[in-house]
């Protein structure tokens, strides 16, 4: 029998709201660990994500990371990088700026207390939507001038849909169809289905969510990867750089969110927010 250290946290959490944010569990030390108990692993703790840390191998990381849903390895996701670095730091004493080594690349994240940002693993790739604006819409349940502009394949080391929708009480409505959403929110390069809606709040705040497929339509409370996904939409439909939004995510399932975005004049993309640890435990396999 092996004995292995776990964390759970909250990551873009509400300052002062300890139960908010998105969850995850983070396993210390996984070098015991074969990838079979990896998967395993991660279905028992049913969350959206389970990370697990490893011995750096690559030239400047702090740390290798692997990242698995309940189903399936994922190659980079943003509340696991956030999360991970905040164990990272206290297990292997690794100060405020980490280096992780995922499947998508190195992914530098640095820290201001117990705030975290990262910069994406890549620049950001984009390509347009086979679909029309009705049939989008339709498969969010939504009248077709709710779709601001044209959809979007973006690309910033998870591949996911962005959707532009007119204002907050479009992404408040959105119900996708869990038939549509599997056949027009598919990903060539996943294999998945899902769907990142966003509409501006303000000029400085943006109201997402993100649905996707799990035995029907699930919502995600907070989604770093499609924060930054936004941001490579920025770039691709070349909005006015700098720029600098919080983004509000995970009211509709009672997880309030809140992911800050940057986007540099550079064309660099960051995405940072608020980590906290609410428990830490053994497991023995």
């Known amino acids: 029998m092996v004995d292995l250290a776990f964390r759970i946290l909250n990551v873009f959490a509400v300052p002062g709201d300890r139960l908010s944010g998105n969850p995850l ?44 849903t309940p189903a399936f390895e994922m190659p980079f996701a943003g509340h696991p990088t956030l999360g991970t670095a905040h ?36 620049p950001p790739e984009a390509r347009p939507h086979d679909h029309s604006r009705a049939e989008i819409a339709a498969m969010l349940r939504l009248p077709e001038e709710a779709i601001a502009s044209a959809p979007m394949w973006v690309d ?26 599997d056949r027009l929110g598919r990903s060539s390069k996943r294999g998945t289905s899902l769907a990142y809606v966003w509409a501006r709040a303000s000029a400085d705040e943006i109201a997402s969510r993100f649905f996707f497929l799990a035995g029907g339509v699930r919502e995600d409370p907070a989604t770093g990867s499609a924060c930054a996904n936004l ?18 995510q995970g009211d509709a399932v009672k997880r309030p969110s809140i992911l800050g975005l940057h986007v540099d004049a ?20």
């Open 25 to 68: 569990c983070v396993f210390e030390d996984a070098r015991a660990l074969d990838e079979a108990a990896m998967q395993a692993l991660a279905l028992q703790f049913n969350l959206s994500e389970t990370t697990f840390l490893l011995p750096a191998s690559a030239p400047g990381a702090t740390a290798r990371v692997r990242i698995f």
């Open 87 to 122: 164990v990272a730091r206290a297990v292997l004493a690794a100060g405020d700026r980490v280096v992780l080594d995922m499947k998508a690349g190195l992914v530098e994240v640095t820290a201001g207390g117990d705030e975290w940002t990262l910069r994406t693993a890549r």
């Open 156 to 181: 910033t080391g998870s591949d996911q849909l962005v959707i532009p929708l007119a204002c907050v009480d479009h992404v408040r409505a959105a119900r996708p169809d869990a038939d549509l959403l």
């Open 231 to 248: 941001g490579g939409w920025m770039i691709a439909t070349e909005a006015p750089l700098p720029v600098r939004v919080r983004v509000r």
């Open 266 to 285: 550079e064309k660099r993309v960051y995405v940072s927010g608020h980590v906290v640890e609410i428990a830490r435990g053994t497991l023995t396999l």
